[in-house]
């Protein structure tokens, strides 16, 4: 017997393993059996085959007599406050996807005036900062490359401009201007949360890139327990440029979110069983009619999740830039100490 079909047929040994009580398997590894790891079990899952199969379950419309209970049930259980919907009647809602998408009063997420950047969404940060030596944190010690989350830059021309320096670490390709530095910030949209975002600056993207990927869970937990777990995962990463150089705003995919829409980009159909993992999608919004690219502004609307997920914002700024961080309550408490806070303002409130 081959060892991939061995190893493929512990897959249920492994399981009993994890689930028994510690020391029941043990005599099988004194026939040389030995468990598969936690991350690699975890990993076999058909994350995307599980996630298109929930996709079409959220569209199966609901009895009217039905709606309240489910809704009922999945408020209460993610702690969802429903005062700011624009629509409060849970009858409204047909099916699940459509509830996960539910719009919001124009009132309930204004946006700051007064500063350059925005959180794009609502969530918790998981992490900030200046990127340093082309890694980033997705959480706390646990780091992935720069190059292998965007992708490689296959030459200067890929880029909105030319960087300020010829270098060949990949931080420094995009970094286009003199005294400048590339910052980062996670911001992870658990299920419970309003699950469109908007614009975090006044940008131009350029560039869409797709790379089709797995579909795990991107919980913080999760983030902490496997290492690259967002270079992993599906996701569209856009480009461009804003007033102080390089931008860029990546929407990541996770378990049970096989949706991720871009308004303006109608060509862009994420968990398709026609992609293969390992590959990547390139499109360019810069074209002979349009050279400049699609212009978003502030708080725009620009895209939406089904269920949660993350988005990561990559972006080229002065040293002197500073990340104004606030907690904010939702329904009159702090939502797991640190409810999204803000990037030099915040969609969710008016000031800093």
């Known amino acids: 017997m081959s060892r991939p079909a061995l190893k493929l047929r512990s897959w249920p040994l492994t399981v009993l393993y ?5 020391g029941a398997l043990r005599p099988l590894s004194r026939v040389g059996w030995r468990p598969v790891s936690r991350v690699a ?6 994350t995307r085959l599980l996630s298109r199969a929930w996709g079409r379950l959220n569209q199966v419309e609901l009895p009217h007599w039905l709606r309240r209970p489910v809704y009922s049930l999945y408020i209460w259980t993610f702690g969802v406050n429903m005062k700011e919907a624009a629509v409060e009647d849970l009858h409204h809602y047909r099916n699940l996807s459509e509830f996960f998408r539910r719009k919001l009063k124009p009132q309930a997420r204004p946006v700051c005036g007064v500063h350059c950047v925005i959180s794009p969404s609502d969530g918790k940060i998981l992490n900030f900062g200046q990127v340093k030596n082309s890694e980033v944190e997705q959480v706390k010690g646990v780091t992935y490359s720069l190059e292998s989350f965007l992708g490689p830059r296959t030459s200067v021309e890929d880029l909105p401009f030319p960087p ?34 908007h614009s975090p600056t006044d940008w131009t993207v350029s560039h869409r890139r797709h790379f089709p990927g797995s579909l795990m869970s991107v919980n913080p937990g999760m983030a902490r327990w496997i290492k690259e ?17 390089f931008f860029s705003l990546t929407a990541v995919g996770a378990t049970n979110v096989g949706s991720i829409r871009i308004y303006f980009d109608r060509d862009l159909h994420t968990n398709s069983p026609r992609y293969s993992k390992g590959s990547y999608n390139d499109f360019s919004f810069v074209t002979q009619a349009n050279r400049e690219g699609i212009p978003m502004r502030k708080g725009e609307h620009l895209g939406e999740f089904n269920l949660g997920s993350t988005i990561v914002l990559i972006f080229e700024a002065p040293k002197d830039f500073d990340f104004k961080l606030r907690d904010l309550n939702r329904n009159g408490r702090v939502f797991e100490g640190n409810l999204l806070s803000c990037l030099e303002g915040t969609l969710r409130t008016r000031g800093v």
């Open 18 to 22: 994890y689930l028994l009580p510690f």
């Open 41 to 46: 079990l975890y990993k076999s899952v058909p």
């Open 164 to 197: 300020a320096a010829s270098c060949n670490s990949f931080r420094s390709q995009l970094v286009t201007r003199e005294g400048n530095e590339l910052y980062h910030c996670v911001i992870y949209l658990a299920p419970g949360d309003y699950h469109c975002f």
């Open 229 to 245: 777990l967002f270079c992993h995962n599906e996701r569209v990463v856009l480009t461009g440029d804003w007033k102080h150089g």
